[in-house]
């Protein structure tokens, strides 16, 4: 504290300079801030960290041009900031990977997410009438923080020397020289004497080795490794010199770490890792088919540069050939067609076949990505095997081996998890508990949102007739809704599940009896379908969103399915164990 106090404390050096002008004064820039300039400005805002007024980036941005034109403009008719604006907290980013000394820090303030975008477009403003060029920006050399590396051609014996002695001076300092084994960073990058030190291999290796020595849960680890620890290495490869051989060693050191995080099967399909989590997978990066890629845009960016130097030097066939790897076995274009092929592979997959309708609702399965506490960290991986039908079952166990077993439970049907959780007489009454807690969890999002709800045991239908599970009705409407977890996509679609609800709730006496306890409003029957890896019917979430049910309780509702189907199949694997 002493030594930023004496930092951040001393007050500026004065700078008694004359200040000669350039031009007449540009009262274009007090203009009013126009809606164009608003909408520029959100449009580029990226995630970033919030100020000390908790604002965060998406608020700022879920507010519209239209608002924020209205406060930019206010604070520039009143000729002074908000006194938010001129708050900021300050975050210490170590300079070394191991700090020793206060000074091994860099301050850096952070202010309001308001306030950066009203200075960028007041910066955008200036830089049409003073603009600066790239090396004006923030170019000021500090000899204590800088040091040489010298190569020495040696031509006679065909070699190159290191050169350990200080030759440069700045301002009177002499700048001290890197030794051979010393290394300084750049651009996220670690150089030395020798190039480049460590492989994206070693680095990744080390980041999961911490990663998985951590006390966190599985979700929490999935999380840090796609958000944190993925794009650092993927950034380190793309930039430097990379092998084939390394990025195909990479894929399978990430995958390594996942099987024993999560406690997977060893064939569990590849295809599930790096599919994306909205088609069923786990949206794990491949570097084997990314990096090919993002070296390839970087070149094409390099040729449609504004600068003639840059983009001859392009066309280099030198430079051409760092950015291409040989022995690449798939490359794309975009991330659009990485994503297809990738769900292709996982949907080809006998494990994975029965995704094929995970993508009709994408935004319930985001509880596999974003380390939430939705669940525990057992249910977690537990959800996840049975999203990937990898669970133990006898069918699985005999894969390649022998004839898959039947069921021992007198139902004379294969073994397999799809039997298990839809018509094993084992299991009967854990399925009806899942179906029971759905229904249930549907009653009371609708009842919350002002909708009156009768359960199923509350009213009598004909007879001969089941009842339907939920009579949700208002002064006007009348809905007949009927919850089902089906078999996945091998037995057929979801919609079909759904209209064979619909047609045998579309009855006349039905309507009669649900007239008597709802009102005479207009009815109509409600088909509520989910499988049993957890994908929701598209009609379904469409209701349920009509209804005002928010995103997060549909995405509830879809891990509340996985948990019954948890509990199904650990019923058997107990009986098994016994």
């Known amino acids: 504290m002493e030594y930023w106090k004496r930092v951040l404390g001393r007050e500026s050096d004065p700078d008694g300079r004359p200040v000669k002008p350039l ?72 300079k070394t990977e191991k700090p020793s000394d206060p000074g091994e820090f860099r301050p850096l303030a952070i202010a309001s997410v308001f306030g950066r975008v009203f200075h960028r477009i007041l910066a955008s403003r200036l830089g049409v009438w003073a603009p600066l060029g790239a090396s004006q920006r923030a170019f000021q050399v500090n000899p204590a923080k800088c040091s040489t590396l010298a190569i020495i051609w040696d031509g006679k014996n065909k070699r190159w020397l290191h050169d350990a002695k200080g030759q440069f001076k700045f301002r009177g300092s002499t700048l001290p020289a890197l030794g051979v084994e010393e290394s300084y960073k750049y651009l996220g990058l670690q150089y030395g004497s020798k190039g480049k030190l460590k492989t994206g291999l070693e680095l990744l290796k080390g980041m999961l080795r911490e990663l998985k020595e951590a006390p966190l849960k599985p ?57 994306c989590a909205k088609d069923g997978g786990l949206d ?12 390839w845009q970087k070149l094409v960016s390099l040729e449609e540069v504004p600068d003639n130097l840059v983009r001859d030097l392009s066309q280099l066939p030198a430079i051409r050939k760092r950015f291409q790897l040989k022995g690449a076995q798939t490359s794309f274009n975009n991330r659009a067609e990485y994503r297809m092929f990738w ?60 004839q898959a077993p039947l069921c021992d439970a007198g139902c004379r049907q ?27 969890f549907v009653g009371s999002q609708v009842e919350r949102r002002g909708f009156n ?59 009669t009896e649900v007239a008597k306890v709802a009102g005479p409003g207009a009815q109509s029957v409600v088909g509520l379908v989910w499988n049993w890896r957890g994908c929701c019917e598209k009609k379904t979430d469409e209701w349920l969103k009509k209804m005002g049910v928010p995103i997060e309780s549909r995405r509830l509702a879809s891990v509340r399915v996985l948990e019954g189907s948890v509990w199904c199949a650990r019923r058997c694997l107990e009986r098994e164990l016994e």
């Open 23 to 94: 031009r007449e004064p540009a009262v274009e820039i007090e203009e009013p801030i126009s809606l164009a300039e608003c909408k520029k400005a959100l449009r580029d805002l990226k995630q970033t960290a919030s100020g000390p007024d908790g604002v965060s980036w998406s608020s700022v941005k879920s507010l519209g041009p239209g608002w924020l034109q209205y406060l930019f403009n206010s604070i520039l008719a009143c000729g002074y900031p908000t006194k938010s604006f001129k708050n900021s907290r300050t975050v210490l980013i170590p």
């Open 453 to 511: 709800v009768i359960k199923e045991k509350s009213f009598a239908t004909p007879r001969g007739h089941r009842r339907p599970d939920l009579i949700i009705y208002n002064k006007d409407r009348v809905w007949i809704a009927d919850v089902t977890i089906c078999a996945d996509r091998g037995a057929g679609p979801m919609a079909l599940a759904r209209d064979n609800k619909i047609k045998y709730y579309t009855d006349e006496d039905l309507a």
């Open 343 to 402: 769900k292709n592979k996982l949907l080809d997959n006998l494990d994975g076949f029965g995704l094929g309708e995970a993508a009709d609702v994408p935004q319930v399965h985001s509880w596999v990505t974003d380390g939430s506490s939705l669940l525990t960290g057992e249910m977690y991986i537990k959800c996840l095997k049975i999203r990937w039908n990898v669970w133990p079952t006898a069918a699985r166990a005999s894969r390649g081996r022998r």
């Open 284 to 295: 794990i990066d491949c570097f084997e088919s990314l990096v090919p890629m993002y070296k």
């Open 219 to 275: 979700q929490q680890r999935v999380f840090l490794l796609r958000t944190n620890i993925l794009p650092k290495i993927m950034y380190y490869l793309v930039n430097g010199r990379v092998h084939q051989y390394t990025l195909r060693e990479c894929d399978k050191c990430v995958r390594r770490f996942l099987r024993e995080v999560l406690h997977l099967p060893h064939d569990t399909p590849v295809s599930a890792f790096h599919a």
């Open 414 to 440: 294969i073994e397999g998890l799809g039997h298990i959780l839809q018509q094993c007489n084992r299991t009967w009454d854990k399925r009806g508990a899942r179906h029971d807690r759905i229904v249930e």
